[in-house]
């Protein structure tokens, strides 16, 4: 199982960002996944999760009517379309395969740990 995810940068408030995160290793379409991202001296945070068709899609409240997660079951590719990007958006974000299903996301820990390298967000002015 391998995630690389990329798109991550430095922007002003206000600004946007598109994640990826190509998943390799596994069958993609059978598993719902998520999004975490972890700011410096925090500890993981959930941050949306899909199911495996794409048609259902949760979001933290942090990041809900900002932030949209989509999938392309062809191309084994996660994406994280972020807009309206905050600072405390700044952090390290992860692509992650589901353990539970995306809908228990914002009451468990949803996610697997096994995770990429990351793509880092600063949002700064």
């Known amino acids: 199982v391998q995630f690389v995810e990329s798109g991550g940068g430095m922007v002003q408030p206000g600004g946007s960002l598109r994640l990826s995160c190509v998943a390799t290793?596994?069958?993609?379409?059978?598993?719902?996944m998520s999004w975490v991202r972890q700011a410096p001296g925090k500890g993981p945070e959930w941050v949306s999760g899909?199911?495996?068709?794409?048609?259902?899609?949760y979001y933290a409240d942090s990041v809900k009517g900002r932030f949209t997660i989509s999938r392309d079951n062809v191309a084994n590719t996660l994406y994280l379309q972020m807009d309206s990007l905050l600072p405390e958006d700044t952090a390290l974000y992860h692509c992650?395969?589901?353990?539970?299903?995306?809908?228990?996301?914002?009451?468990?820990?949803?996610?697997?740990?096994?995770w990429g390298q990351g793509t880092q967000v600063t949002v700064s002015s």
């Open positions: 992650t395969r589901n353990a539970l299903p995306a809908d228990f996301c914002s009451v468990a820990r949803c996610y697997e740990s096994q």
């Open positions: 290793g596994f069958s993609f379409s059978s598993f719902d």
């Open positions: 899909i199911n495996h068709g794409g048609g259902s899609t």
